[in-house]
């Protein structure tokens, strides 16, 4: 079974730096493809990134230039840096990881979530 923890979070003005963290246990980062979701209220949880067994990454339009995800296997965790934060940015923040062996995107395509972590960014 793996679990994953989400950590990081909280409130920043527009601009500003955030950086969340997600650690998982029970299953090394190199045998997971890990992914990052937002989920804004009233609205579908939608994929802001993921990042493959190998380190590929990969990003949504809407944080392009500004988001980075990254991953230390010796700690087993994945980061998400946040630059050039907006209000629209605004959601709880989740961490999921996948058994698989490719890249994926898609929520359905993840095993394991984290709790989320909310990031709030004020104008």
């Known amino acids: 079974q793996v679990q994953v923890v989400e950590s990081g979070g909280g409130l920043v003005q527009a601009g500003g730096s955030l950086r969340l963290s997600c650690a998982a246990s029970g299953r090394s980062s190199t045998s997971l493809v890990m992914g990052w979701f937002r989920q804004a209220p009233g609205k579908e949880r939608e994929s802001v990134g993921a990042i493959s067994r190998s380190g590929i990454t990969y990003y949504a339009d809407s944080v392009k230039g500004r988001f980075t995800i990254s991953k230390d296997n010796a700690k087993n965790t994945v980061y998400l840096q946040m630059n050039s934060l907006k209000p629209e940015d605004t959601a709880v923040y989740y961490c999921?990881?996948?058994?698989?062996?490719?890249?994926?995107?898609?929520?359905?395509?993840?095993?394991?979530w984290g709790q989320g972590t909310q990031v709030t960014v004020s104008s």
């Open positions: 999921a990881a996948s058994t698989g062996f490719v890249l994926r995107v898609g929520v359905r395509e993840y095993e394991f």
